[in-house]
T-cell receptor
Framework: EPEVTQTPSHQVTQMGQEVILRCVPISNHLYFYWYRQILGQKVEFLVSFYNNEISEKSEIFDDQFSVERPDGSNFTLKIRSTKLEDSAMYFC????????????FGDGTRLSIL | GENVEQHPSTLSVQEGDSAVIKCTYS??????FPWYKQELGKGPQLIID?????GEKKDQRIAVTLNKTAKHFSLHITETQPEDSAVYFCAPRGGSQGNLIFGKGTKLSVKP
């Protein structure tokens, strides 16, 4: 069964450094999402992306965050100048052709900011 | 914005018993209602979903019921097995948004 893959599984970064999290969505999917989950808390929406532009973003997704689809398969989340509070699990998801379609999640990247 | 409440926060059942988790939402325009299962170290896995034009959906031991008037939907697991132990999240989609709004999760423990 097709799945969303994320790399790396664990990223450790010094505070203030830039980090890029990578995702390969399911190949025929058109909508892409990033969510995050701080340890022990619920999953929170960050941003959705369709047709090479941001569709929606939450209050969490401020100017330090950006997303990109650099080629036909990858979808990336960049965090500039990381902060301690950015430590969390970051999940990528994709859906087939619309936001009412099921969203399928990857297993996440654990980001640890030191 | 959408307010999502999930109950109970923890649930412990004996193997073979049924489990029911309820999710209440606030946005009357919500139109898509999925349930996710999250095992330790894994991402949320979609287990069942329902759309607003349907009242109930069943897939083997798992069912979801929707009451749009009361703005709640529930996950029903019958004949529970130890491998059902996980955290379960409801995540209704708001009517004006594409993103899912997750509840705080229910930790289900199935004792053999």
């Amino acid at each position: 069964e097709p799945e969303v893959t994320q790399t790396p599984s664990h990223q450790v970064t010094q505070m203030g450094q830039e980090v890029i999290l990578r995702c390969v969505p399911i190949s025929n999917h058109l909508y892409f999402y990033w969510y995050r989950q701080i340890l022990g808390q619920k999953v929170e929406f960050l941003v959705s992306f369709y047709n090479n532009e941001i569709s929606e973003k939450s209050e969490i997704f401020d100017d330090q965050f950006s997303v990109e689809r650099p080629d036909g398969s990858n979808f990336t989340l960049k965090i500039r100048s990381t902060k301690l509070e950015d430590s969390a699990m970051y999940f990528c998801a994709s859906s087939e052709w619309g936001t009412i379609q099921p969203q399928h999640f990857g297993d996440g990247t654990r980001l640890s900011i030191l | 914005g959408e307010n999502v409440e999930q109950h109970p926060s923890t649930l412990s059942v004996q193997e073979g018993d049924s489990a029911v988790i309820k999710c209440t939402y606030s946005d009357s325009a919500s139109n898509y209602f999925p349930w996710y299962k999250q095992e330790l170290g894994k991402g949320p896995q979609l287990i069942i979903d329902i759309r607003s034009n349907v009242g109930e959906k069943k897939d083997q031991r798992i069912a979801v019921t929707l009451n749009k008037t009361a703005k709640h939907f529930s996950l029903h697991i019958t004949e529970t097995q130890p491998e059902d132990s996980a955290v379960y999240f409801c995540a209704p989609r708001g009517g004006s948004q594409g993103n899912l709004i997750f509840g705080k999760g229910t930790k289900l423990s199935v004792k053999p």
